[in-house]
């Protein structure tokens, strides 16, 4: 059986071994549309909850515009121009524009990495700029919520009369889905409201997972901080198959909204419900950009997590070109130790920059058996996996199959997170 995983920007086809019972499960639906940039087009000018952009945009003289960083496939070159074309139309000078690149706790992006973002003459035209979590400086506060996160966003965003995010929405790993709400915070914010967001309070409650949006405590305190932060309107996309990814679905205005339109539709779209657990799966991190490094590929693991059954297996495919990822998880990836004496650690303790992405994979290897097959991921991180590295995608698949009875269920995912699995039969995914 041969399966085309999406794996680095070249893909990775597997000859599955016969004798096992294999789920494929991929997005069903999403099919491109026909004329994206008319459906972009409408989205801006007759858009959910709100006023056209245009006339959002009357009498402003500065507008700020937060966009994915080079770590997600967001159409931003598609959607910008005639976001831009429309605030130009409306009377704000282009000097009165400026882009955020809203990388979170994630490296700056890099100038070459910018006009691939945005595209090469808007790059050139406009004020593009990174965010800089670790700067407190550059952010303004604005409080705290009624919970107690003390709120810093970038204060270039902050102080401009209009307040505009463009994303796009697909399950997340603690956040129930993507987009809206994400791309101010932690988007655009100091790491001293990231680690707060992070901590052990949100990452080890249940509801804080993909596909979990009503009851996520998660979802609730971002909303809260991109109402201080004046969330004006926003554009987010559904994405189809194929590379790059294409415009399967447009939403666009009032930012919680439109931001639930788009996410009702990707639910409707990528679900996959079992109507029991299996016995293993295979999976990845959905290709290029979303697994360039093994911190953003480990969502294909706690993706597939929520169709396993206890003791099963999870084998990831991610090519990790851009090796582990940021300093501070490098280095608690590395310090060996096991899942269970990490999360005693965190216990009581301050919250480090990264330390949710190992937290929310102690929670999937605490109950399962991984395997990974992430060759660029130096071999020097190996030894302090909580699982078995593989030399091959080959091997990979051998360990997942050596123990498992002929017949055994098994589940693939080809675009790991892109597809919302469930082992359930909920009467919505969003939960």
């Known amino acids: 059986m041969k ?36 459906a972009i087009a409408q989205a801006l000018d007759a858009p959910t909850g709100c006023p056209p952009l245009l006339e959002m945009a009357r009498g402003k003289r500065t507008a700020a515009i937060s966009v994915c960083d080079i770590t997600r496939p967001a159409p931003n070159r598609e959607v910008l121009p005639p976001v831009l074309a429309r605030l130009e139309a409306a009377g704000i000078p282009r000097e009165g524009v400026t882009i955020l690149i809203a990388t979170g706790l994630h490296r700056p992006a890099t100038e070459a990495e910018i006009r691939e973002i945005c595209g090469e ?31 810093y966003i970038d204060e270039r965003f902050v102080s ?44 080890r409650d249940p509801r804080a997972a993909e ?30 198959r194929g590379t ?11 930012p919680e909204a439109a931001h639930r339109k788009g996410v009702e539709f990707v639910s409707r779209v990528m679900l996959e419900t079992l109507e029991q657990p299996v016995d293993a799966v295979i999976t990845t991190a959905a290709g290029y950009p979303l697994d360039l490094t093994f ?4 969502k294909g693991i706690t993706a597939a997590s929520h169709i396993v059954k206890p003791g099963g297996k999870i084998l990831l495919l991610a090519a990790c070109q851009e090796g582990v990822g940021g300093p501070e998880f490098a280095r608690m990836v590395n310090e060996g130790l096991t899942d269970h004496e990490f999360m005693k650690k965190l216990d009581g ?34 030894p302090a996996l909580w699982g078995k590295a593989c030399a091959s995608a080959e091997e990979g698949v051998r360990m997942l199959t050596a123990n498992l009875e002929k017949g055994a269920r098994i589940a693939v995912i080809p675009e790991g997170p892109y597809v919302l699995a469930l082992a359930e039969a909920p009467e919505l995914a969003i939960r």
Do not use: C
């Open 244 to 254: 790059p990814r294409p415009i399967a679905a447009v939403f666009a205005g009032h």
């Open 211 to 240: 596909g979990s949006i009503d009851d996520n405590p998660l979802h609730r305190e971002l909303l809260k901080i991109a109402r201080m932060a004046r969330h004006d309107f926003l554009v987010d996309v559904a994405l189809g």
């Open 121 to 151: 003459e808007t790059a050139s035209r406009y004020r593009v700029v990174n965010h800089h979590a670790r700067e407190l400086s550059e952010h303004r506060s604005l409080g705290k919520t009624a919970s107690g996160t003390p709120v």
């Open 3 to 38: 399966i085309n995983f999406a794996f680095g920007k070249t893909g990775l086809t597997l000859d599955l071994p016969e004798g096992f019972d294999y789920r494929v499960l991929e997005a069903r639906s999403a099919v491109p549309l026909d004329d994206p940039a008319a």
């Open 349 to 382: 303790a301050p919250v480090t920059v990264d330390q949710w992405q190992l937290e929310k994979l102690a929670l999937v290897t605490a109950r399962a058996e991984v395997l990974y097959y992430v060759p660029g991921l130096p071999a020097e991180y190996y």
């Open 295 to 298: 911190y953003q590929a480990l």
């Open 160 to 203: 401009a009369d209009l307040h505009i995010t463009l994303g796009f929405i697909e399950p997340h790993l603690m956040l129930g889905f993507s987009g809206g709400r994400k791309l101010i915070a932690p988007g655009l914010a100091a790491q001293e409201t990231i680690k707060v967001l992070h901590s052990s309070r949100f990452m």
